[in-house]
């Protein structure tokens, strides 16, 4: 009996102190890591980015990619999520996944040779991968990271997709900057550092003289929402705040239904808006553009620079310029006021689901106003005299332009990593305690038989 016992407790203790070592690894290995996220983890994805468009032959050419600079080693990258499978329920697609360092510009960069390259086949939707872990750690500095469908089409009827999660980004372009295809989910895993509490830098060669802030959906997409075509679709927006312009605004996944290989243009016109729809656009224009080939299920995004200043409302005119399919998917009701929506000046019921990215920009001065016509005059007389100089005057003071502000972007997943590291560390202690009163446990026993005898 004594041998029974003493052997049960030996075994006891041996699991438990290899249970806490195993741990003890864990725990050395995750603090020596930190992840980062080019995105708001509280938001919901959307399968918005897809890749599966095709040339001629069906050889697949989508591909998606995302610019950043890391601020610490580099030890892996990865997506919360990837949509894939076949038109016709046949779940299969393989996409390819490259990293490459930055050299000079996106042209030059994916010329070069990636320092990392993995191929994956997919065999369903909303699958938690990939994540990959490099062999070794790169070293911080500015990255691209490329992904590309590289299943083929096989007929009409099955045409493979790959397609990436979009959610809100916690980062403006100067930080984090995408493909024409528009902005994916995406982490990475870095070194942990000490003093470094946000390990996305500012990217080279991009300006901050104006402080972009992160994109957010205004009116989120509606599950289960329909699509809808449009001509002549015209947006109001509410009052852009004091000391802001609105910098870009996004139809969330536009549609083109079977313009997959990006043949749909959209030109757009701003105006101000006056509360009347044909008032307004019969007013002058404020920015204007195109987008050519926009890519199925894309966002639509429009950067307006600094046009669209705080004070006033604006109407955003988009028109399909080409032949190819555009619309807009359905948002949800319930979205802040002061947006209003028209179809060739119509007001519509629908609405779009939208996100917005708005900037700081202190005080721009007066608002410039248009010149008021004037009558033609007659033309002066001409006289032999000729008439003295006028004098010249001093040139006005040059005025300070205002100090640019910086981007402040950080990871807020702070407060759950200190509540889950304190809860690990309290594992090991409660272990401990747990194989103590065992131990103690059996010894009474034992104790207790001996008195028996």
Known sequence: MKKAVALILALMLTLSLAGMLSFAEEQSADETMVRAYVYDQSIKHTPSIWLNTFDFDGTCNGSDYAIFKCAAALKGIGLPEVYAGVSGNFSDATARFELFKWDENAEKTLTGTPVFSEEVYFDGDHQDLPNFTFESPLPAGQYLFRITQISDMDDEDHKPYIVLPISDLKYSETKIDFDSRGPFAFYI???KTDGVEDYFLALEGKSVEIDIMPERSVIPRKANGGAFPFFEFGIVTPVVPDGQVLYSLALIGAPTWVNKNGDSDVSYEVFK???????????????????LDHADNSDLTIKFGTAMRYGNQYLIVLTRSNNGAIGYYEGEPDYPEGWEFYEVGMPVDSIPAIKVAYANVGDLGP??????????????????????APAVTDAPAKTDAPAPTKDNGSNDNTGDKDNKDNKNKALPFIIIGASVLVIAGAVIAIVASKKKK
């Open 189 to 191: 895993d870095c070194e």
């Open 273 to 291: 808006w006056t509360g009347d729809y044909e008032e307004s656009i019969d007013g002058k224009v404020l920015a204007s553009g195109e987008i």
């Open 367 to 388: 608002e410039a106003t248009d010149a008021p016509t004037e009558a033609p005059t007659e033309a002066p007389v001409v006289t032999d005299a000729p008439t003295d």
